[in-house]
C-alpha cells in the first residue's frame, strides 16, 4: 500500500512520517505541494511544520497548494488523510476538518511527551487501537490550540468524532481537551501531537505512535481483500 507524504515550504516531519510509513509495513511516496498529482497513493499525510512559514495563519497559504486540491478531492472520495500539528491546521483550513487552532492559551511553545485517550477507534487511522486506550507521544506547537463553536463541539462529541483527547492536563488550551478529531466518514483525520515520533524504540517515547499507521495500511488491505 502506498501512502504520499506532502512536503510544503517549511515542513518539519514529512521525512519523519515517510519513516513511520516504512516501519508500518507500507511504501512511503514523496508528495510535492506544486504538483497536483497524488500519483497513484492508497493515503495522504500532510506533516507538521511550519508550511509556507505560518503566514497569514497556520496552514492558510497552504490550503491553495496544487496538491491540495487533489487532497481534498480524494478525501472526498474516501481516501484516507492524516493531518499531524500543522497539517491538521491544513485540514481545518481547507475545510475538511472543521474548528480551528489557535495561539496556546499560554502564549509559549510546548514541546512534551503528551498522554492522550483514544476516543475512536473507527477510523481508518486508529483500528489498531482500543477504545479507551491511552498513548504517549510527542507535543509540539505553539499554535495548538483547537477551538470551534459550541453547536460544533457538541456535535463532533455526539457523533463520536473526537478521536483523540489530552490527559494529564491541557497543554495548549484545546477546547474541551480534544487532540484530534475526524470527519463524519472517519477517513480523515487530524490531531496536534506527532505519532511520527514515537514508532522506534531508543526513539521517542515508546511505539505507541506506529498504531495509526498500521491502522490505515489494515484499512488499506480490507478495501483490496
Known amino acids: 500500500m502506498k501512502v504520499g507524504v506532502v512536503t510544503f515550504p517549511g515542513s518539519l516531519d514529512d521525512g519523519d512520517a515517510r519513516r513511520a510509513v516504512t516501519l508500518a509495513g507500507g511504501e512511503a511516496v514523496a508528495l510535492w505541494h506544486a504538483d497536483a498529482d497524488l500519483r497513484g497513493v492508497d ?12 503566514y497569514l495563519r497556520c496552514g492558510a497559504i ?23 500539528c500543522n497539517g491538521f491546521q491544513v485540514l481545518c483550513e481547507s475545510h475538511l476538518l ?8 499560554h502564549q ?22 482500543t477504545a479507551g ?15 470551534a463553536d459550541t453547536a ?20 495548549n488550551g484545546s477546547l474541551r481537551d480534544i487532540a484530534g478529531i475526524s470527519n463524519d466518514r472517519g477517513n480523515v483525520v487530524g490531531l496536534m501531537p ?10 521517542g ?7 495509526l499507521f498500521t491502522s490505515v495500511l489494515s484499512a488499506g488491505l480490507e478495501a483490496i481483500a
Not at 46 to 54: A, E, K, R, W
Not at 108 to 129: H, I, N
Not at 198 to 203: D, I, K, Q, T
Request: overall charge negative; charged content about 25%.
Open 108 to 129: 509559549k511553545f510546548v514541546c512534551k511527551d503528551q498522554r492522550l485517550r483514544v476516543e475512536r477507534t473507527g477510523t481508518a487511522w486508529t483500528s489498531s487501537f
Open 98 to 105: 472543521p474548528g480551528a487552532l489557535v495561539r496556546n492559551d
Open 205 to 211: 517515547p515508546g511505539l505507541d505512535g506506529l498504531g
Open 194 to 203: 506527532h505519532p511520527e515520533h514515537a514508532v522506534e524504540e531508543l526513539f
Open 133 to 147: 486506550q491511552e498513548i504517549t507521544v510527542p507535543l509540539k506547537n505553539g499554535e495548538g490550540g483547537f477551538v
Open 152 to 171: 460544533t463541539l457538541d456535535r463532533l462529541e455526539g457523533e463520536g468524532r473526537v478521536v483523540f483527547r489530552y490527559l494529564d492536563g491541557n497543554p
Open 62 to 84: 497552504a490550503r491553495f497548494a496544487p496538491v491540495m486540491t487533489e487532497v481534498v478531492r480524494a478525501a472526498g472520495g474516501g481516501m484516507p488523510v492524516l493531518g499531524i
Open 43 to 54: 493515503a495522504v499525510v500532510l506533516p507538521g511544520g511550519f508550511s509556507y512559514g505560518d
